[in-house]
């Protein structure tokens, strides 16, 4: 059964960094792509960005939104992949998710989802 | 960008009667060269991650109730509920995924 953890999300101050973790199981981690995906409370989803699988070497896309300040990484040797988050605002307070994404290479929908962790960025 | 706008925001509907929420999209997410919408519809109850009901425009995911349908081409879809149940409370949302994936602004069906 496909399991997705996030962990890492905390109470940080405007302009701090966080990284974000997300451990998976119940699949063959290298051959599929993981998404970045955030909500903020009561509100909708936004599409962060995706790292591709192995077969992909790894690439990444991100949303215009947080292009330069957030950056995707993997290590297949430990199935997890990471959110690494650079000069936080306000309005990065969210619940943020990783999705498996149903393509090896990425860019289409997540088919599993995990329960998500809250950043909260407030002074 | 592609923009994806959903009507209504919300919507009320009496148990057993028919839910239709609707998902425009800013350009067409229709692939000629495969004949496929780019478009995913999730449904969202409180607490709990997005879950896939639809891909493709119109293909139900394995275990989703035959009640739920997705429909349409092109830049309009819709996803029908045809005899809404109590589970199917929740805040629903479709997705485009013709290009980078962007979201619409979700829908809110409750019990009238």
């Known amino acids: 059964e496909v399991h997705l953890v996030e962990s890492g999300g905390d109470l940080v101050q405007p302009g701090r960094s966080l990284r974000l973790s997300c451990a998976a199981s119940?699949?063959?981690?290298?051959?599929?792509?993981l998404n970045w995906v955030r909500q903020a409370p009561g509100k909708g989803l936004e599409w962060l960005g995706v790292?591709?699988?192995?077969?992909?070497?790894?690439?990444?896309e991100y949303a215009t939104s947080v292009k330069g300040r957030f950056t995707i990484s993997r290590d297949d040797s430990n199935s997890r992949v990471y959110l690494h988050m650079n000069d936080l605002k306000t309005e990065d307070t969210a619940f943020y998710y990783c999705?498996?994404?149903?393509?090896?290479?990425?860019?289409?929908?997540?088919?599993?989802w995990g329960q998500g962790t809250l950043v909260s960025v407030s002074s | 960008d592609i923009v994806m706008t959903q009507s209504p925001d919300s919507l009320a509907v009496s148990l057993g009667e028919r839910a239709t929420i609707n998902c425009r999209s800013s350009?067409?997410?229709?692939?000629?060269?495969?004949?496929?919408?780019?478009l995913v519809w999730y449904q969202q109850k409180p607490g709990q991650p997005p879950k896939v009901l639809i891909s493709?425009?119109?293909t139900r995911e394995s275990g989703v109730p035959e009640r739920f349908s997705g429909s349409g081409s092109g830049t309009d879809f819709s996803l029908t509920i045809t005899s809404l149940q109590a589970e199917d409370v929740a805040v629903y949302y479709c997705?485009?995924?013709?290009?980078?994936?962007?979201f619409g602004g979700g829908t809110k069906v409750e019990i009238k």
């Open positions: 999705t498996r994404d149903w393509a090896p290479a990425g860019g289409t929908f997540g088919d599993y």
């Open positions: 119940g699949f063959t981690f290298g051959d599929y792509a």
């Open positions: 790292i591709r699988g192995k077969a992909y070497d790894g690439t990444t």
């Open positions: 350009q067409s997410i229709l692939y000629n060269s495969n004949n496929k919408n780019y």
């Open positions: 493709w425009a119109s």
């Open positions: 997705q485009q995924y013709f290009t980078n994936p962007t």
